[in-house]
Structure formats: structure tokens, C-alpha cells
């Protein structure tokens, strides 16, 4: 039936044109064309068609990435206190602690005097516990003569000793305002039994109307033995120490954490530190006048088995120089109350980031790897994502930390964690999806293209051409002879049928063959073999898939239309080999994958010779000597409508044993050759071929053109 051949057909299933308004699902290369990607959601370029794609999510895979994203904002938000992320944060911060007091190293504190008992106090007294309070006694008579701005005694006296009444007649006779050390059983447990409060309360019952006040000394150190924050002081306690010595009794305990500092000389710590000892003789306490006047004097134990905390940058640099300083590995109690003493002087107190800010940050880091994971770009353009987000990550609460923001609730590892609990879970929800895609984009390209071909072209979609390369191919054409006239007498509904199970079992046939659909034209199939993907046997392929073919169609005429219906006419293939353009051609709008040259137009060709040279296939001595099949008989050599040179044809004769194949090709060989003999023997043999018009034709084809001779065909 008269038609255009290179006509382009709606149906091709990989034209990566732009997307129609209304796509169908014969368009399966679609996921694969955008952008080359393979991920469902390359195709998304704005907001709504990335809510689109994820509307296609099943609810189980959404639901479960809901909760996993939301338990990513639980850990972004409180990671600080989850055991499986609490030690990781400690370490951050104390290595954000750590960098900040590097940074902003101090000279040696001449506000604050530390006045500890030492081991050498400890030998000296022949007391290690209770501390010996004669020599506290001695000390504070000193010190009041001294002018201290005040005095704060970081020890408890909750025990009855022998020296308490000369300790209770030194209390009473200062006139420097101090701030004796004071606990309760209800807030500090095991570690004070009722009788000792009791103790407590009535030392200061006496002390009524003195120079002595009490102060809570309660701190909270970290599940690690780590000082990292104030303490929070509960309102029935009295004023918290350091801000009782900083004079604001009333003021209420900052909330943040403890900031710690490192001296600007290495010799010289950040508290001047003389033991108690000198201050117990009056003709040494006199010669410490200076360091004493007009400081605040904290008194309490400096022993290495008592009262001794880790610091951030204790912990994280035992024994460790940097510039010069030494870390020490942890610190007494009475240094920890005088660096809060010192921080809270300076105004050091910057408000904590706040829960709103918090929230607000957790769900920024979770929307960023969900984000992430959902890109399609260029691998640079997606390194530079990773790096930004990388650089926010550990840039950002170091340099928070520097300029004075308290970072001690800032949940640096959590928002690490929560980003790749975000990533991980939309990842697999993408994958889940692209999974979903790739199964139906799979089983629509194995419509038109072989299983493994989709599954390559799947995985790398750069092996589809985008644009157009010349590769050698073989291109097959067919067409159902006498189908329109047929279309015109049958019934509409049984046409479509009827035509859809030929197409079915032909398309089926070229599919198993490794070959690729290029279109329908009506009822006339296009196929390739080499393109888009090559193979090394696609020449045998090629061949095995005409022979199927020319038998499935003579079957098929057979069993498809009933005894009073009009029979199918005979389907006729032309297969060629030769080089073509191939790759994507079209429109602006509208593009086909498919394959332009002089091959495809002598396939063609070759299909339409059938008619005239009365065969049912014809292939060319190009395609069929690449076949490595002998299940051809000669044709003769033909020159095809519109072309100068002839081609040597061969026809499918599977159902001709093999050694009389060999025999009909020996016999024209000899004959085109020259030996006329073979002529002769071969007009013979149409007799033991009566219904044979294609091999009776034949014959008569090699009488008129004798040896080396060729027929002329003059109609397409």
C-alpha cells in the first residue's frame, strides 16, 4: 500500500522532545530524557512538580518518611540530651569551648584572689578532713585587716572540731562582707545527711547580725564529671556564691554556660593562687597586702582527690601544649566558682539561642538534606551544595562561639545526624519511587527495545544519542500486503483486533531478537539492529528475527481470519546493512529517535521488491554475509528503483533442507560464472518446485540477464 516510510510516527517511544501537555504512557524514555538522569525526580523544575512526583509516593514508603523526617527534627532539636548523641555533643562543645578561649587568650585576673588549702597545708595541719579551721581562723583575722573587697569560703563547716570556737570568734569579728559556704540535704542528697543542714543552720543562727552571710555553693557538673554550665539554684536557697561576692545577691543565676579562659603568658595562670598557709602568719599576711587589696578573696581546697572537675579543654587536651600553655586536666571547685565569678563581672552572659531558634535551625538542617537528596544536577554543582553545608555545619557554631554566643544548647552533631537521617530517608523514598519508574519505564521501553537494551539505556542514558552519530546498522522494514483493501471490508471492531495481534506477534519477534521498534506505519514495522546499542551477533540476530518473522506471518494469515472472511495477504520483509545517521530528529517541539540514510531507504526497497521478484523477504548480500545464516536461497542481483548499482538478494528458505539450499547456491554461483550448464540444471528443478513462483521467476530472471547479469526493477 502506498505510504511515506520515513513518515514520523506519534508512537515512537523515544523521542526526547519536549513534554506534550498531555503525555501518555508511550512516552517511557521520558525519565531517562530529562536532564539525563534516570531520577524520577530530574523532571521536577519547579515546586509543583516536585509535589506532583511525590504525590506518586506509596503512602506506606510517605508515611514512614514522614516519621523518619520528623524524628530527624527530634534529634536536630534535642540531641544535646539523647544518649546516643549527648557524648558526641559534649565533645563539639567542648571543642567549640576550647577554641573560643584560645582565641581570646586573658591576662592574669587582678579582681580575684584564690586563698586554697594545698597538700603542704594539709602535711602541715596533720588534717586532711575536715580541713584544720584554726588555720582558716588565723587567715580571716589577716585578711580583714588587709582591705579584701569581700571574702568567700567555699568550705562547709558542718561538723563539730575542736577549733570551732576560735573559728566562730574569727567570724565574728570580721568587718569585710563574706559569704560562708551553704548546702541543704534536699538539693544535694547523699552528699548532706539532715544533721548537717541542721549543723549549718545553726552556725548561721549564730552568726545573725555579723559581717557572715550564707551562699549556696551548689554546681552541677555533666554525667562526665565535666563543669560546663551555672548551676540552677533553686529559690529557697540563698544567693548563689559568685554573684553574691560580685555583689548582686539578688540577681538571678545566669542560665548558660561556663566560659572559661586561657592566660595570655603561659606563667602566669588567669587567678592568682597563694595558699592559705601565708595568711595564717600575720608577718607574712602583711607582705601580701597588695595582692590582697581591694580583690575578692575565695577560700577552699585545692587537693588533687577532692572536689576536682573536668574543664572543656581539660578533657579534650590532657597534658596538651598549644602556643605554649599547658591544659590542665581539671580544676578545683573553688576555681570553677571564681571563673563564674569573673564571667559574670565581665557581663560575659549572652542569652542561650533560644527553643524558637532552635525549632527554626532543626528544620532548616532537615529540609536541607531532604532537599539534597532530591537533586539532579552536575556533580560540581552538587559538591559545591555538599560544601556549603558542610562549611555551615562546622564553621557556624564554632564562629557563634567566638563572638560570645553561648552555643552549650546549640545541637551541632544532632543537626549533622538529623541531615543524614533526612537524606538517607528521602533518598530511599526517591529510590523507592525511581524503582517504581524504572519498573514501568522498563516495561514501557521493552515494548520497542530489548529487556537489556532498556535496562542499559536505564542506567546510562548517555547511550541513547541526543543528537546524531553515524554507526553502521540493519535496518528491517515489513509490510502486510493487500491490508488496506482488507480494513475497507471488515468491520472497524474487528480491524483493531486483527491488527493489534499481528503488530503484538511481530513486535514480539523483533523484541526477542535484541532489536529495537523505530515505529509503525499502519500495519509495516521499522526495526533496527546496532542502534542505540550495539552487539557483536546483531547480524545474526538481524537474520533469526526475518526468518521468524516471514513464518509467524504466514501462520498467522492462516489462522487469523475465518473460512467466509477474506484471507491476510502476504507479509513481505526487506532487510539491508550499511552506515546511518542516528539519533534524534524532528521539530522544535517534537522530536524522533530513529535512523536516516541510504540503508533505511534500501531496506525499503527491498520490502516493496518482494512484490515483483514474488517473495515473501529479501535480504542483502551485505546483511546476510554478516549473518553468519545459511538459511537463504539466492535471488539473484538486483538493481532497486532509483539506484544504479545492483544488489545481490537472498530469500528466507528455512523450510528448504539444507543440503538443497547448498545446491541452488552452488548452482548459481557456476551459472554466474559463466558455466551455462548450471543454468539448465536449475531450469530443472522448478519442476520439483510447481508452486513455486518466486524460484520459477528467478529462473527466468538469470535466462534474460545471463551470467554476471542483473534485473532492473522500475516501480518502487
Not at 77 to 102: C, H, I, K, N, Y
Not at 427 to 449: D, T, W
Not at 473 to 485: M, P, Q, S, V, Y
Not at 566 to 591: C, M
Amino acid at each position: 500500500m502506498p505510504r511515506n516510510r520515513f513518515a514520523r510516527s506519534s508512537r515512537s517511544p523515544i523521542s526526547p522532545g519536549r513534554k506534550p501537555a498531555r503525555r501518555g504512557s508511550d512516552q517511557p524514555m521520558d525519565a531517562v530524557r530529562q536532564g539525563g538522569s534516570s531520577d524520577p525526580l530530574a523532571a521536577a523544575s519547579t515546586l509543583a512538580d516536585v509535589g506532583r512526583v511525590l504525590k506518586r509516593v506509596p503512602f506506606a514508603r510517605a508515611a514512614l518518611t514522614g516519621i523518619l523526617l520528623g524524628l530527624a527534627i527530634l534529634v536536630a532539636r534535642f540531641s544535646w540530651t539523647l544518649p546516643m548523641t549527648s557524648f558526641g555533643e559534649r565533645v563539639a562543645f567542648d571543642v567549640r569551648s576550647l577554641q573560643a578561649a584560645l582565641y581570646h587568650p586573658v591576662a592574669q585576673d587582678s579582681r580575684i584572689l584564690l586563698v586554697p588549702y594545698t597538700q603542704g597545708t594539709q602535711e602541715a595541719t596533720g588534717k586532711r578532713s575536715p580541713l584544720d579551721r584554726a588555720i582558716l581562723a588565723k587567715a580571716l583575722v589577716n585578711l580583714d585587716k588587709l582591705d579584701a573587697r569581700a571574702i568567700g569560703i567555699d568550705i562547709l563547716i558542718d561538723q563539730p572540731q575542736p577549733e570551732d570556737p576560735q573559728l566562730l570568734a574569727a567570724f565574728r569579728a570580721l568587718h569585710t562582707p563574706t559569704w560562708l559556704a551553704y548546702a541543704s540535704a534536699v538539693h544535694n542528697g547523699e552528699d548532706m545527711q539532715p544533721w548537717q543542714q541542721a549543723r549549718l543552720d545553726a552556725l548561721f543562727g549564730s552568726l545573725r547580725g555579723t559581717a557572715v552571710h550564707p551562699a549556696s555553693i551548689h554546681i552541677d557538673a555533666d554525667g562526665d564529671n565535666a563543669m560546663r554550665s551555672w548551676p540552677d539554684v533553686a529559690p529557697d536557697l540563698p544567693p548563689f556564691l559568685p554573684l553574691a561576692l560580685a555583689g548582686t545577691p539578688e540577681a538571678r543565676p545566669y542560665q548558660g554556660s561556663i566560659r572559661y579562659r586561657m592566660p595570655s603568658d603561659p606563667e602566669r595562670q588567669v587567678f592568682l593562687s597563694l595558699p592559705i598557709d601565708l595568711f595564717a602568719d600575720p608577718a607574712t599576711a602583711a607582705a601580701m597586702a597588695d595582692q590582697v587589696r581591694g580583690r575578692i578573696v575565695l577560700i577552699g581546697g585545692d587537693l588533687p582527690d577532692t572536689d576536682r572537675f573536668v574543664t572543656p579543654e581539660g578533657r579534650l587536651a590532657q597534658s596538651t601544649s598549644d602556643f605554649g600553655r599547658q591544659f590542665r586536666e581539671n580544676i578545683s571547685g573553688l576555681e570553677v566558682h571564681a571563673t563564674m565569678l569573673a564571667q559574670w563581672l565581665d557581663g560575659r552572659t549572652p542569652a542561650p539561642t533560644g527553643a524558637l531558634g532552635l525549632w527554626a535551625l532543626a528544620l532548616l538542617v532537615v529540609l536541607a538534606g531532604a532537599f539534597t537528596a532530591m537533586l539532579d544536577v552536575r556533580g560540581w554543582i552538587l559538591g559545591l551544595v555538599l560544601v556549603g553545608q558542610l562549611v555551615f555545619f562546622v564553621v557556624t557554631p564554632f564562629w557563634l562561639q567566638s563572638i560570645g554566643v553561648d552555643t552549650r544548647d546549640l545541637p551541632a552533631v544532632g543537626w549533622v545526624v538529623a541531615w543524614f537521617i533526612a537524606f538517607l530517608s528521602t533518598e530511599a523514598a526517591v529510590r523507592a519511587l525511581g524503582s517504581e519508574q524504572r519498573k514501568f519505564a522498563s516495561a514501557a521501553l521493552g515494548k520497542y527495545l530489548p529487556r537489556d537494551i532498556a535496562a542499559q539505556i536505564l542506567r546510562d542514558p548517555e547511550k541513547l544519542t541526543l543528537t546524531g552519530e553515524k554507526r553502521p546498522i540493519f535496518a528491517l522494514f515489513t509490510d502486510l500486503e493487500g491490508f488496506t483493501r482488507l480494513s475497507h471490508r471488515l468491520p472497524a471492531e474487528q480491524v483493531a483486533p486483527l491488527l493489534n495481534d499481528y503488530l503484538d506477534g511481530m513486535c514480539e519477534i523483533v523484541l526477542r531478537h535484541g532489536g529495537t521498534i523505530d515505529k509503525f506505519v499502519g500495519d509495516a514495522i521499522v526495526a533496527l539492529w546496532g542502534a542505540p546499542i550495539a552487539r557483536e551477533d546483531d547480524g545474526a540476530r538481524t537474520a533469526a528475527a526475518m526468518l521468524d518473522m516471514v513464518a509467524f506471518a504466514r501462520e498467522f494469515s492462516k489462522e487469523a481470519t475465518d473460512e467466509d472472511q477474506p484471507q491476510l495477504g502476504r507479509t513481505r520483509v526487506g532487510v539491508h546493512y550499511g552506515e546511518a545517521i542516528v539519533g534524534n530528529f524532528g521539530g522544535r517541539d517534537r522530536f524522533q529517535y530513529t535512523a536516516l540514510g541510504d540503508v533505511m531507504n534500501a531496506a525499503a526497497r527491498l520490502e516493496s521488491a518482494n512484490k515483483a521478484l514474488k517473495t515473501s523477504g529479501l535480504i542483502s548480500e551485505q546483511a546476510r554475509a554478516l549473518s553468519a545464516n545459511d538459511r537463504f536461497r539466492p535471488m539473484g542481483r538486483i538493481i532497486l528503483s532509483g539506484r544504479k548499482t545492483p544488489i545481490e538478494v537472498w530469500e528466507p528458505a528455512a523450510n528448504l533442507p539444507e543440503d538443497q539450499r547448498a545446491h541452488l547456491a552452488a548452482l548459481w554461483h557456476r551459472f554466474d560464472n559463466g558455466d551455462l550448464a548450471a543454468l539448465a540444471e536449475l531450469q530443472a528443478l522448478t519442476v520439483h518446485y510447481p508452486d513455486d513462483a518466486a524460484f520459477e521467476f528467478f529462473v527466468y530472471r538469470l535466462a534474460q540477464s545471463g551470467p554476471g547479469g542483473h534485473f532492473e526493477l522500475r516501480e518502487k
